[in-house]
Protein backbone atom coordinates (compact mmCIF):
# COMPACT_ATOMS: atom_id res chain seq x y z
CA UNK A 1 0.00 0.00 0.00
CA UNK A 2 1.38 3.47 -0.78
CA UNK A 3 2.47 5.29 1.81
CA UNK A 4 2.91 9.47 2.35
CA UNK A 5 3.99 12.27 4.62
CA UNK A 6 1.92 15.20 5.41
CA UNK A 7 3.47 17.53 7.21
CA UNK A 8 0.95 20.54 8.89
CA UNK A 9 -2.69 20.12 9.80
CA UNK A 10 -4.08 23.24 8.92
CA UNK A 11 -6.84 23.64 6.49
CA UNK A 12 -4.75 22.22 3.21
CA UNK A 13 -2.35 19.87 5.27
CA UNK A 14 -6.20 18.41 6.80
CA UNK A 15 -7.55 18.56 2.97
CA UNK A 16 -4.49 16.97 1.51
CA UNK A 17 -4.58 13.84 4.31
CA UNK A 18 -8.12 13.10 3.60
CA UNK A 19 -7.92 12.97 0.13
CA UNK A 20 -5.17 10.23 0.13
CA UNK A 21 -6.46 8.00 3.01
CA UNK A 22 -9.78 8.24 0.76
CA UNK A 23 -7.83 6.96 -2.13
CA UNK A 24 -7.16 4.02 -0.10
CA UNK A 25 -3.05 5.21 0.80
CA UNK A 26 -1.73 5.02 3.88
CA UNK A 27 -0.65 8.72 5.67
CA UNK A 28 1.36 9.66 8.48
CA UNK A 29 0.29 13.51 9.41
CA UNK A 30 3.29 15.00 11.64
CA UNK A 31 2.49 18.55 13.66
CA UNK A 32 4.12 19.36 16.40
CA UNK A 33 1.10 18.26 18.75
CA UNK A 34 -0.03 15.32 16.95
CA UNK A 35 -3.35 16.63 15.91
CA UNK A 36 -5.28 16.18 12.53
CA UNK A 37 -8.68 14.41 11.10
CA UNK A 38 -9.16 10.77 12.36
CA UNK A 39 -9.33 8.79 9.52
CA UNK A 40 -8.48 5.02 9.72
CA UNK A 41 -5.86 5.84 7.08
CA UNK A 42 -4.42 8.35 8.67
CA UNK A 43 -1.70 7.88 11.21
CA UNK A 44 -1.61 11.38 13.66
CA UNK A 45 2.52 11.82 14.62
CA UNK A 46 3.91 14.49 17.13
CA UNK A 47 7.01 16.10 15.95
CA UNK A 48 8.77 19.01 14.65
CA UNK A 49 9.40 18.81 10.85
CA UNK A 50 12.57 20.99 11.21
CA UNK A 51 14.25 18.47 13.05
CA UNK A 52 15.64 16.81 10.34
CA UNK A 53 16.53 13.39 12.09
CA UNK A 54 13.32 13.45 13.03
CA UNK A 55 11.35 13.66 10.16
CA UNK A 56 13.63 11.43 7.86
CA UNK A 57 13.06 8.54 10.47
CA UNK A 58 9.23 9.72 9.79
CA UNK A 59 9.77 9.43 5.76
CA UNK A 60 11.35 6.12 5.59
CA UNK A 61 9.82 4.54 3.06
CA UNK A 62 7.06 7.28 1.80
CA UNK A 63 6.69 7.81 -1.58
CA UNK A 64 6.66 11.47 -1.13
CA UNK A 65 6.63 14.16 1.30
CA UNK A 66 4.16 16.78 1.23
CA UNK A 67 4.66 19.98 3.00
CA UNK A 68 1.64 21.66 4.27
CA UNK A 69 3.72 23.48 7.53
CA UNK A 70 4.39 26.93 7.71
CA UNK A 71 5.07 29.04 10.79
CA UNK A 72 3.36 32.13 11.96
CA UNK A 73 2.80 34.85 9.35
CA UNK A 74 4.69 37.24 11.14
CA UNK A 75 7.50 35.14 12.08
CA UNK A 76 8.44 33.38 8.67
CA UNK A 77 11.51 34.96 8.19
CA UNK A 78 13.30 33.55 11.31
CA UNK A 79 11.02 30.14 11.21
CA UNK A 80 10.63 29.34 7.54
CA UNK A 81 14.38 28.40 6.81
CA UNK A 82 14.89 25.84 9.28
CA UNK A 83 11.81 24.39 8.78
CA UNK A 84 12.37 24.41 4.74
CA UNK A 85 16.03 22.60 5.67
CA UNK A 86 14.69 20.17 7.49
CA UNK A 87 11.79 19.07 4.96
CA UNK A 88 14.65 18.73 2.31
CA UNK A 89 16.61 17.30 4.44
CA UNK A 90 14.59 14.17 4.80
CA UNK A 91 13.42 14.42 1.37
CA UNK A 92 17.59 13.85 -0.01
CA UNK A 93 18.18 11.41 3.02
CA UNK A 94 14.54 9.22 2.41
CA UNK A 95 14.20 9.26 -1.60
CA UNK A 96 10.61 10.43 -0.96
CA UNK A 97 9.33 12.77 -3.53
CA UNK A 98 9.06 16.32 -1.64
CA UNK A 99 6.18 18.71 -2.76
CA UNK A 100 6.39 21.77 -1.67
CA UNK A 101 2.69 24.35 -0.92
CA UNK A 102 3.53 27.52 -2.15
CA UNK A 103 2.40 31.06 -3.37
CA UNK A 104 3.21 33.75 -6.07
CA UNK A 105 4.97 36.26 -3.62
CA UNK A 106 8.72 34.91 -5.82
CA UNK A 107 7.04 36.62 -9.13
CA UNK A 108 6.58 39.95 -7.48
CA UNK A 109 4.73 42.51 -9.21
CA UNK A 110 3.62 41.05 -12.90
CA UNK A 111 1.21 42.32 -15.23
CA UNK A 112 -0.83 40.57 -16.93
CA UNK A 113 -1.26 36.52 -16.33
CA UNK A 114 1.27 34.37 -14.02
CA UNK A 115 2.97 31.38 -15.62
CA UNK A 116 5.18 29.04 -13.76
CA UNK A 117 7.79 30.07 -16.08
CA UNK A 118 8.00 33.51 -14.98
CA UNK A 119 11.32 34.23 -13.35
CA UNK A 120 11.92 35.17 -9.69
CA UNK A 121 11.75 38.89 -9.34
CA UNK A 122 10.96 39.32 -5.16
CA UNK A 123 9.76 42.94 -3.72
CA UNK A 124 9.65 41.94 -0.38
CA UNK A 125 11.06 40.25 2.10
CA UNK A 126 8.53 37.42 2.09
CA UNK A 127 8.95 36.94 -1.74
CA UNK A 128 12.63 36.85 -1.43
CA UNK A 129 12.26 34.07 1.46
CA UNK A 130 9.76 31.73 -0.89
CA UNK A 131 11.91 32.31 -4.01
CA UNK A 132 14.99 31.32 -1.83
CA UNK A 133 13.40 28.08 -0.25
CA UNK A 134 12.28 27.29 -4.01
CA UNK A 135 15.59 27.55 -5.93
CA UNK A 136 17.37 25.72 -2.81
CA UNK A 137 14.76 23.05 -3.49
CA UNK A 138 15.50 22.63 -6.87
CA UNK A 139 19.65 22.85 -6.77
CA UNK A 140 19.27 19.62 -5.09
CA UNK A 141 16.73 18.24 -7.28
CA UNK A 142 19.05 19.03 -10.52
CA UNK A 143 22.46 17.71 -8.60
CA UNK A 144 20.28 14.45 -8.54
CA UNK A 145 19.91 15.22 -4.53
CA UNK A 146 16.61 14.91 -4.30
CA UNK A 147 13.13 15.04 -6.66
CA UNK A 148 11.14 17.67 -6.02
CA UNK A 149 8.27 20.42 -7.17
CA UNK A 150 6.39 23.14 -5.99
CA UNK A 151 2.26 23.70 -6.17
CA UNK A 152 1.61 27.59 -6.10
CA UNK A 153 -1.47 28.57 -5.07
CA UNK A 154 -3.61 32.25 -4.60
CA UNK A 155 -5.62 33.40 -2.12
CA UNK A 156 -6.87 30.74 0.06
CA UNK A 157 -10.99 30.46 -0.13
CA UNK A 158 -12.98 27.35 1.23
CA UNK A 159 -14.41 26.31 4.65
CA UNK A 160 -12.02 27.49 7.18
CA UNK A 161 -9.37 29.08 4.56
CA UNK A 162 -6.77 31.11 6.25
CA UNK A 163 -6.11 33.77 4.11
CA UNK A 164 -6.95 37.79 4.58
CA UNK A 165 -9.95 37.81 2.46
CA UNK A 166 -10.72 34.37 4.73
CA UNK A 167 -10.52 36.09 7.93
CA UNK A 168 -11.46 39.55 7.44
CA UNK A 169 -13.87 39.65 4.57
CA UNK A 170 -15.75 36.21 5.00
CA UNK A 171 -16.87 36.82 8.90
CA UNK A 172 -18.28 40.13 8.47
CA UNK A 173 -20.14 39.47 5.34
CA UNK A 174 -21.80 36.49 6.73
CA UNK A 175 -22.73 38.59 10.33
CA UNK A 176 -23.76 41.30 7.87
CA UNK A 177 -21.23 43.75 8.80
CA UNK A 178 -19.28 46.29 7.26
CA UNK A 179 -15.35 45.32 6.67
CA UNK A 180 -12.17 47.13 5.07
CA UNK A 181 -9.92 45.60 2.61
CA UNK A 182 -6.67 46.58 1.35
CA UNK A 183 -7.51 46.42 -2.44
CA UNK A 184 -8.63 47.15 -5.13
CA UNK A 185 -12.42 46.01 -4.77
CA UNK A 186 -13.72 45.71 -8.34
CA UNK A 187 -9.87 44.17 -9.85
CA UNK A 188 -10.22 40.54 -11.05
CA UNK A 189 -8.35 38.17 -8.64
CA UNK A 190 -7.87 34.57 -8.84
CA UNK A 191 -8.94 32.20 -6.18
CA UNK A 192 -7.85 29.17 -4.68
CA UNK A 193 -10.10 26.64 -3.53
CA UNK A 194 -8.89 24.60 -0.67
CA UNK A 195 -9.66 20.97 -2.11
CA UNK A 196 -8.29 22.24 -5.74
CA UNK A 197 -4.83 22.82 -3.60
CA UNK A 198 -5.40 19.75 -2.01
CA UNK A 199 -6.08 17.83 -5.33
CA UNK A 200 -2.79 19.43 -6.97
CA UNK A 201 -0.60 18.50 -4.00
CA UNK A 202 -1.63 14.90 -4.53
CA UNK A 203 -1.61 15.00 -8.58
CA UNK A 204 1.77 16.53 -8.71
CA UNK A 205 2.81 13.88 -5.59
CA UNK A 206 1.75 10.92 -8.16
CA UNK A 207 3.18 12.12 -11.71
CA UNK A 208 6.42 11.69 -12.74
CA UNK A 209 6.16 14.72 -14.93
CA UNK A 210 5.85 16.95 -12.16
CA UNK A 211 9.49 16.64 -10.40
CA UNK A 212 11.67 19.54 -11.53
CA UNK A 213 9.31 22.31 -12.08
CA UNK A 214 6.49 24.51 -10.37
CA UNK A 215 2.67 24.25 -10.78
CA UNK A 216 -0.04 26.34 -10.47
CA UNK A 217 -3.72 25.40 -8.63
CA UNK A 218 -6.65 25.53 -11.46
CA UNK A 219 -8.66 28.92 -9.41
CA UNK A 220 -12.24 28.54 -8.59
CA UNK A 221 -13.27 32.22 -9.63
CA UNK A 222 -11.30 35.21 -10.67
CA UNK A 223 -14.08 37.41 -9.66
CA UNK A 224 -13.14 40.79 -7.90
CA UNK A 225 -12.82 41.25 -3.96
CA UNK A 226 -16.13 42.90 -4.31
CA UNK A 227 -18.06 40.17 -6.67
CA UNK A 228 -16.82 37.69 -4.41
CA UNK A 229 -18.20 39.12 -1.10
CA UNK A 230 -21.67 39.91 -3.22
CA UNK A 231 -22.04 36.44 -4.16
CA UNK A 232 -21.28 34.71 -1.11
CA UNK A 233 -23.69 37.10 0.63
CA UNK A 234 -26.45 36.40 -1.88
CA UNK A 235 -25.24 32.37 -0.75
CA UNK A 236 -25.89 33.08 2.60
CA UNK A 237 -28.78 34.97 2.41
CA UNK A 238 -27.06 37.70 4.27
CA UNK A 239 -27.80 41.72 3.10
CA UNK A 240 -25.32 43.47 0.58
CA UNK A 241 -21.86 43.64 1.75
CA UNK A 242 -20.50 46.92 3.07
CA UNK A 243 -17.06 46.59 1.74
CA UNK A 244 -14.86 49.34 1.62
CA UNK A 245 -11.19 49.67 0.38
CA UNK A 246 -8.71 50.97 2.93
CA UNK A 247 -5.20 51.61 3.09
CA UNK A 248 -2.77 48.86 3.34
CA UNK A 249 -1.10 51.18 6.41
CA UNK A 250 -3.74 50.89 8.23
CA UNK A 251 -3.39 47.46 8.91
CA UNK A 252 0.11 48.57 10.57
CA UNK A 253 -1.62 50.86 12.36
CA UNK A 254 -3.91 48.56 13.73
CA UNK A 255 -1.80 46.63 16.17
CA UNK A 256 -1.96 43.40 14.84
CA UNK A 257 1.11 41.79 14.13
CA UNK A 258 0.30 39.66 11.81
CA UNK A 259 -1.98 41.95 9.43
CA UNK A 260 0.93 44.67 9.75
CA UNK A 261 2.84 41.97 7.35
CA UNK A 262 0.73 42.25 4.73
CA UNK A 263 1.31 45.91 3.84
CA UNK A 264 4.51 44.36 2.17
CA UNK A 265 2.44 42.56 -0.15
CA UNK A 266 -0.16 44.90 -0.69
CA UNK A 267 0.72 44.93 -5.28
CA UNK A 268 -0.85 41.70 -4.89
CA UNK A 269 -4.17 43.03 -4.35
CA UNK A 270 -3.77 46.50 -6.07
CA UNK A 271 -3.99 45.30 -9.74
CA UNK A 272 -4.98 41.96 -11.20
CA UNK A 273 -3.66 39.20 -10.84
CA UNK A 274 -4.97 36.26 -13.08
CA UNK A 275 -2.99 32.73 -12.64
CA UNK A 276 -2.56 30.78 -15.44
CA UNK A 277 -2.86 27.02 -14.78
CA UNK A 278 -3.20 25.49 -18.54
CA UNK A 279 -0.56 23.43 -17.36
CA UNK A 280 -1.51 21.68 -14.51
CA UNK A 281 -4.72 21.43 -16.11
CA UNK A 282 -3.53 19.62 -19.05
CA UNK A 283 -0.26 17.68 -17.45
CA UNK A 284 -1.75 16.54 -14.20
CA UNK A 285 -5.46 16.94 -15.07
CA UNK A 286 -6.95 19.28 -12.20
CA UNK A 287 -9.69 21.31 -13.30
CA UNK A 288 -10.98 24.00 -10.21
CA UNK A 289 -13.94 23.34 -8.04
CA UNK A 290 -17.38 25.59 -9.84
CA UNK A 291 -17.57 28.61 -7.19
CA UNK A 292 -20.50 28.05 -6.45
CA UNK A 293 -20.15 25.23 -4.78
CA UNK A 294 -16.98 26.42 -2.64
CA UNK A 295 -19.92 29.46 -1.38
CA UNK A 296 -21.84 26.90 -0.49
CA UNK A 297 -19.25 25.41 1.28
CA UNK A 298 -17.86 28.34 3.40
CA UNK A 299 -21.27 28.97 4.43
CA UNK A 300 -22.41 25.22 5.43
CA UNK A 301 -19.11 25.85 7.48
CA UNK A 302 -19.57 28.65 9.07
CA UNK A 303 -23.00 27.58 10.36
CA UNK A 304 -22.18 24.45 11.62
Do not use: Q
Amino acid sequence: MSFHVVTGAGPTGTATALLLAGSGERVRLVTRRGTGPEHPGIERIAADAADADALTALAEGALSLVNCAAPPYHRWLTEFPPLAAGLLTAAERTGAGYVMLGNLYGYGPVDGPLTEDLPAAPTSRKGTLRAALWADALAAHRAGRARVTEVRASDFLGRGATSLFGFTVVPAVLAGEPVGYPADLDAPHSWSHLGDVAATLVAAARNEASWGRAWHVPSTSEDSAREVARRLAAAAGAPEPALTAVAPADLVRSGDEVLAEVEEMAYLYDRPLRLDSTRTEEVLGVTATPFEEVLVEIVRGARS
